[in-house]
């Protein structure tokens, strides 16, 4: 007996998923890019965490819409995005007060 196809609601909600990712990846890049001249190397730390939650999404995405269509058990990607986020967040605000005028 096949599965049915996915339905284009979870197509719809795969590609946002990758979207996401392709962004935050791209805002890490950029951001490092920027603070580079203020914090120096460090900066790229911001691209890594980046990086390692955009390659989170984009693998739980890929998982859940296309190969078992189950989320992973607990919330992990949610905690997983929460955290990532909070981390960049974080150096934000900390540059800001640090550097403001």
């Known amino acids: 007996m096949t599965e049915p196809p996915p339905t284009l609601a979870a ?3 795969h590609l946002a998923w990758r979207r996401t990712a392709i962004g935050l ?8 890019h920027l603070l580079q001249e203020f914090v120096g190397p460090a900066a ?3 691209a890594v965490t980046a990086l390692i939650v955009s390659v989170a ?8 819409h296309l190969v078992d269509g189950a989320l992973p058990p607990g919330g992990r990607l949610v905690a997983a995005s929460t955290a990532g986020m909070l981390v960049i967040g974080v ?3 900390a540059f800001v007060v640090l ?3």
């Open 25 to 32: 990846t791209g805002g890490g890049v950029a951001a490092a």
């Open 44 to 46: 790229w730390s911001l």
């Open 57 to 64: 999404l984009a693998t739980v995405s890929h998982r859940r």
């Open 11 to 13: 197509e719809r909600t």
């Open 99 to 101: 550097h403001g005028p």
């Open 91 to 93: 150096a934000a605000v």
